[in-house]
């Protein structure tokens, strides 16, 4: 049985994925992974517990399978999750510091003036979500991290960089969609930019080498197999290919602990502002997209379930009974800072208007859908038009959610099926397996018109776009 394995490395659990020949799921198996926040903006993982998940999450998908002949093996991992790392045996020396960390966003600020070249260069606005200013942090702060500056044994890099060096025992290799949010990486020359690295301080021997996102990254030895390694790429960068190749007249969206828009782009995007220049993969040739960001989209409904101390698990279904024109109240949602098009790092989140519980759970998703309509609207002014959106991730299961985003945004949105990330991933593995799959596409909701949604998503606008 000729199959492709998919590591899909996430913010709260570690998936291994399988799929056949043609496209279809065989087997998964899932390892939760702990979240450590604090009181100053930090989010944090345990470098080390996220490589064991995936060896883990990968042993026990090999005991449902065991005769599977795993062709190509895939890896996919959060985006801006930076990893401090001896290069020699991959032993962690920081934790691996999330996309949500936060902690040195008052350092960075002292940047500000050097903004439009950053963007120039890496397509990305001056944020501490991205891997710099968490680079620094751990210079600056970890006494681990400055002893292996100095005996030349560190390598500070994307999340992605460790887990290859860790699974496979081999060097460190970034790749594009990974090193792209760091804000050290010209997405024109698909290489470490002397320019940014020499602004940070970051010293080019520290990064690891950069590959192309199809490559052989070495040979992961798990359970008594031997899988190779042949592509990897950031999360949210795979969902685009996994309903075949990326198509510029789709917006994609994956709704996961935060929520991330793309639309692809054949061409390097020469002023993305407001929005994000993103690299999708280099296979050699670099694919783009123009991507928007709403960091309060999985965060924001576990933040408002564990402020009231909520079953989520008996609101969703509820939700469903809510008609769409019901009067709620207004989330302004700055859970995890405001992303773009504002790119505040601080927002605070309030409720306008009172309402039950369940009217509050239904603003909070709605808040979500009317944050990722500003996003749609500015992606929407590139050629040629957008005509459909293609929806994942945990939340895209609420059909009042999708039926809110289609009336939200005026084109059908689409579901595709529970491994969005992992499918994209295993599609970039083997692309010759992957030219015949057919992508799991779900319910279509038509777009249909609700006064209510569209004069409350003027109204959120209006109020961010307050100073």
């Not at 390892?31 to 883990?56: F, T, W, Y």
């Not at 795993?70 to 996309?99: G, K």
């Not at 500070?156 to 792209?180: I, K, Q």
């Amino acid at each position: 049985m000729r199959t492709v394995l998919a590591l899909d490395q996430g913010s709260h659990a570690s998936r291994a994925v399988l799929f056949d020949r043609h496209g279809t799921l065989l087997a998964s198996s899932k390892i939760a992974i702990a979240v450590h926040r604090g009181s100053n903006g930090e989010v944090e993982h345990d470098a080390g517990e996220l490589a064991d998940s995936l060896r883990q999450a990968t042993a026990q998908l090999l005991t449902q399978v065991p005769a599977a002949q795993i062709e190509a093996t895939a890896l996919a991992t959060q985006r801006s999750t930076v990893v401090c790392f001896d290069r020699r045996d991959a032993a962690p020396l920081s934790a691996a510091l999330s996309w949500q960390d936060r902690r040195n966003a008052d350092w960075l600020q002292g940047f500000a003036a050097h903004t439009d070249l950053i963007r120039a260069r890496t397509g990305l606005p001056l944020s501490p979500h991205y891997g710099a200013a968490k680079m620094r942090w751990c210079l600056d702060h970890l006494p681990t991290v400055q002893a292996a500056a100095r005996a030349g044994t560190l390598c500070v890099g994307p999340l992605s960089a460790f887990l290859v060096s860790s699974l496979t025992g081999g060097r460190p290799l970034a790749d594009p969609a990974n090193a792209s949010r760091t804000l050290l990486w010209d997405s024109a020359r698909l290489d470490w930019c002397d320019k940014l690295l020499q602004l940070f301080g970051i010293q080019r021997s520290w990064l690891p080498q950069c590959a192309s996102s199809r490559a052989d990254y070495g040979e992961l030895r798990i359970a008594g197999r031997q899988l190779r390694l042949t592509a990897v790429t950031g999360d949210q960068s795979a969902v685009p290919f996994a309903a075949g190749l990326p198509d510029p007249g789709t917006a994609y969206i994956n709704l996961g602990t935060g929520a991330f828009i793309q639309r692809p782009l054949h061409q390097r995007p020469a002023d993305p502002a407001p929005l994000l220049g993103s690299v999708l993969a280099s296979l050699p040739e670099p694919l783009y997209s123009l991507e928007g960001t709403v960091n309060g989209a999985g965060s924001a409904v576990s933040w408002y379930v564990t402020q009231n101390n909520l079953d989520e698990a008996t609101l969703w279904p509820a939700l469903e009974q809510l008609p769409q024109t019901a009067a709620l109240p207004l989330l302004v949602n700055g859970v995890g800072g405001l992303g773009s098009p504002w790119w505040r790092a601080a927002q605070p989140t309030h409720f306008i208007g009172a309402g039950n519980t369940l009217e509050c759970f239904a603003a909070v998703i709605d808040s979500i859908v009317l944050l990722i309509a500003v996003n749609f609207r500015l992606l929407s002014q590139a050629a040629p038009p957008l005509t459909r959106v293609l929806v994942a991730g945990g939340i895209s299961r609420s059909d009042w959610l999708c039926r809110r985003l289609a009336a939200a945004l005026g084109v059908p949105v689409q579901r595709l099926d529970s491994e969005a990330s992992a499918r994209g991933a295993a599609a970039l593995a083997a692309p010759e397996l992957a030219a015949s799959w057919q992508a799991s596409l779900q319910e279509c909701f038509e777009p249909e018109f609700i006064q209510e949604v569209a004069e409350r998503g003027h109204r959120l606008q209006q109020l961010l776009d307050q100073p």
